[in-house]
């Protein structure tokens, strides 16, 4: 082996946690592709549906294949192909392009972290350390994927999200292309052929509905910002980097405790308990998400190391184990956005209705001249039509202020008034969508209360 | 601290802090955080502080579309958005499968409705409500949708509803 251990590693954990990444990294951008491809919410899910479904069935056959031709091999094609689809999601100006793009990037992403797997225990000099750095990496990469996809999209573009990942694949293959070549010329496996065991299934099934509860989260949680409150995209990735923040206090807690089914389930509860609390917000305010954000955070650093490392326990080989962590994991992510999608489709529709509503009840009973309500009514319904489907933002109607100090003051308290309906019909349309992902992140505890006890 | 109880201890915390979350908000308002809801046409509210023109007018226009409302059997809210502009009119007769002349009808109502509602309000003189009654149970779909957008209107130009009572307006009218 040429390469040095360091770079290596760091370049193994760097490939984990760049593909990882992807599977949250457009969450802050769908706003603005749905925007920019003018498609429907429905559709624009498909940009991360779509690479996560692909992982999830592209992972055990892509570590089946590490197996058999050498995981140096297939990372670095993997890496390759990630890299070379990344630039086509870059350039894709229709939806259909970039959900066939994300496919493709997401079977080089499958080949390369399952592969990676396969790499690490002989570079670290362990197992179990190898599973733990793997399992972290990939925690580390699914709670940043958001904020940096948001910093991107804001100071760049979302095209930029993707282009920025071809130059860090392609640097994280480099180490790995030592592996590659020793492999070709040599004809050696990193690993004797061995037996695989049967995936652990509790802690599996445990991590894909865990996996669904936090996909729900920040999908949710993202959206909320953006379409419901109305943030740009860097705000709302500065408000959800509290999650990756709390995330590596988490991982602190983790290394406290080692039992991995206690942590386990008390990541499961932190993460539910957040969700709940996201349920439940008492009022649009970002300061108050951020509580839950901090429970989520601690939660999925816990749970999803946790689950990871009792799936890999004991088991060889470790890349088809891998491989099955990542499949229940990204199938996960799958479940809990077709399970919220629909739901809060259907809730923003029913919501805008009532918010609608009830903004007209204000201003029938707003001291505003009767002239001036007339007015504003018609400007409101026009800028309701201009957004249909969405939020509206009604600010705008509202210009210009009458120049009469008191009836200034009387608009003024009836923008307030009907911001604060809207407010609360986004905030509120997303209720039942959190609920729900807080429940299935409960029912997580199910399959990890009947793992077995593997102490790590 | 033995690794059983820090695991322990882990998950006591997590529930705490689950409990504690939810609780507090729970306390904020969290599960009644939602826009306010519609009231029903049909019930009766009372004017508050029926003191003023603009008043008066404001609070005739709420009666008009509370009466209108309740004979059509949709809220307050969704009238006056369907009387907005012709376009929303339009929806609102498709989506409802509401004719021209049953509109007219659940206007005229609501019209009347709320010189009841004025005149127990002591806003108008029964001397001058009565012929405005029976004026605007007469008036045409547009002009009547016209008032209820514009009640000022139907003080301003009374004289127009009322004919020999106009010379009585100025001492009814507060």
């Given amino acids: ?456 | 601290m033995n690794p059983a109880a820090r695991g322990q201890l882990l998950i006591l915390v997590s529930v705490a802090a689950s409990l504690l979350l939810i609780g507090v908000y729970l306390a904020a308002g969290g599960s009644s955080y939602e826009p306010a809801k519609t009231q029903d046409p049909c019930k009766h509210r009372p004017w508050r502080n029926p003191e003023g023109l603009q008043e008066i007018i404001q609070q005739f226009t709420l009666s008009a579309l509370d009466g209108a409302a309740c004979e059509l059997g949709v809220s307050r809210e969704t009238l006056a958005q369907a009387l907005a502009t012709p376009e929303s009119r339009e929806r609102f007769t498709r989506r409802y499968g509401i004719g021209d002349a049953e509109l007219a009808r659940a206007i005229r109502a609501g019209l009347v409705r709320a010189v009841d509602d004025a005149e127990a309000a002591g806003a108008l003189s029964p001397l001058v409500a009565g012929p405005l009654r029976s004026t605007l149970r007469e008036i045409p779909l547009e002009r009547a949708i016209e008032l209820i957008n514009d009640a000022e209107s139907i003080f301003e130009q009374a004289q127009s509803f009322l004919g020999p009572a106009q010379s009585l307006l100025e001492q009814f009218l507060p």
């Fill in chain 1, 1 to 456: 082996m040429s390469a040095a251990p360091k770079p290596r590693v760091a370049a193994l954990v760097l490939a984990v946690g760049l593909v990882l990444a992807d599977s949250s990294i457009v969450v802050l951008a769908l706003p603005e592709i749905y925007r920019e491809l003018d498609t429907s919410v429905a559709g624009v899910t498909w940009v991360l549906v779509s690479f996560n479904l692909v992982m999830a069935l592209a992972a055990v056959p892509a570590a089946h294949l590490a197996r058999r031709v050498g995981p140096g091999r297939t990372a670095a094609v993997g890496l390759a192909v990630f890299a070379g689809a990344g630039l086509a999601c870059g350039a894709a100006d229709q939806l259909g392009t970039l959900v066939a793009a994300r496919c493709v990037q997401a079977v080089g992403g499958a080949a390369a972290v399952t592969a990676v797997l396969e790499l690490l225990p002989a570079t670290v000099g362990s197992e179990q350390r190898a599973a733990g750095l793997w399992a972290v990496a990939g925690a580390t990469g699914a709670a940043l994927g958001p904020a940096i996809g948001g910093l991107l999209t804001e100071l760049v573009s979302w095209q930029s999200i993707f282009l920025v990942q071809v130059p860090i694949a392609l640097a994280a293959a480099v180490p790995i292309l030592a592996v590659a070549r020793h492999e070709a010329a040599t004809g050696v496996l990193s690993a004797e052929l061995r037996r695989t065991g049967r995936p652990h299934v509790s802690a599996n099934l445990a991590l894909a509905m865990v996996s669904a509860a936090i996909a729900g989260a920040l999908f949710l949680l993202v959206l909320l910002l953006i379409e419901g409150w109305r943030l740009s995209p860097i705000g709302a990735a500065i408000v959800v980097s509290a999650m990756p923040l709390a995330a590596l206090a988490g991982t602190r807690l983790g290394d406290w405790v080692p039992s991995a089914r206690a942590r386990a389930a008390a990541g499961a509860i932190f993460v539910s308990g957040g969700l709940g609390g996201l349920a439940l917000l008492p009022k649009a305010t970002v300061a108050l998400t951020l509580p839950p954000q901090i429970m989520v955070g601690v939660g999925l650093a816990l749970v999803l190391s946790a689950l990871t490392e009792t799936a890999l326990a004991g088991r060889a080989p470790q890349a088809i184990h891998g491989g099955w962590t990542i499949s229940a994991r990204h199938a996960g992510v799958v479940i809990g956005l077709l399970a919220v999608t629909p739901i809060f489709t259907h809730d923003i529709a029913e919501q805008r209705k009532d918010a609608i509503d009830a903004g007209t009840a204000v201003i029938l009973d707003s001291r505003v001249p009767p002239l001036t309500k007339i007015g504003l009514a018609q400007k409101i319904e026009s800028r309701l039509e201009e957004e249909r489907g969405k939020v509206p933002t009604i600010g705008s109607a509202f210009e210009p202020l009458p120049e009469d100090p008191e009836e200034r003051d009387q608009v003024v308290q009836l923008r307030e008034e009907l911001q604060d309906q809207l407010d609360r019909a986004a905030t509120h349309a997303f209720s039942p969508s959190f609920a729900i992902a807080a429940l299935i992140g409960l029912l997580a505890l199910l399959p990890i209360g009947l793992a077995r006890r593997v102490e790590l």
